[in-house]
């Protein structure tokens, strides 16, 4: 019986980190930054504020104030790499060369990168 316990308290533990814990390795500095930017891209995702005013608020965050991460695949490295791509994404949204659904790849990508979840 006991085991039975144990596996289901296990279980409810996979479940929620799986849905919402953050991603080891990722440092205190890119997890907030990271939830910056995603801040940013929901309230351009809910039509709240246009490309180029997205845009401007993720390339005014201290990105480069932060230290670099030793590379791209490093979960610092990774935050780093999602939330450039998601800027140059809502650049090219702002000249229409890039989708609506095309940034909303690219902040689904970031929550994924900071483990939070896809819209």
Same mark, same amino acid.
């Given at each position: 019986?006991?085991?039975? =316990?144990?596996?289901?308290?296990l279980?409810? +533990?996979?479940?929620?980190?799986?849905? &919402?814990?953050?991603?080891?390795g990722l440092?205190?500095? $890119? $997890?907030?930054i &990271?939830?910056k930017?995603?801040?940013?891209?929901?309230? =351009?995702?809910?039509?709240?504020?246009t490309?180029?005013?997205? $845009?401007?608020?993720?390339?005014?965050?201290? +990105?480069?104030?932060?230290?670099?991460?030793?590379?791209?695949?490093?979960?610092? &490295?990774?935050?780093?790499?999602?939330?450039?791509?998601?800027?140059?994404?809502?650049?090219?949204?702002?000249?229409?060369?890039?989708? $609506?659904?095309?940034?909303?790849?690219?902040?689904?990508?970031?929550?994924?990168?900071?483990?939070?979840?896809?819209?």
């Amino acid at each position: 019986m006991l085991k039975r =316990y144990i596996s289901v308290a296990l279980v409810f +533990l996979l479940l929620l980190c799986s849905t &919402g814990c953050r991603p080891s390795g990722l440092s205190d500095s $890119y $997890y907030n930054i &990271g939830l910056k930017a995603l801040e940013i891209a929901d309230r =351009y995702i809910s039509f709240d504020i246009t490309a180029d005013e997205a $845009y401007e608020a993720i390339n005014a965050l201290p +990105l480069s104030s932060l230290e670099k991460p030793d590379s791209n695949t490093s979960a610092d &490295g990774n935050v780093h790499l999602r939330i450039f791509i998601l800027e140059s994404d809502l650049l090219l949204a702002s000249s229409e060369a890039k989708t $609506y659904e095309e940034v909303l790849d690219s902040r689904n990508a970031l929550a994924k990168a900071i483990g939070k979840s896809s819209k």
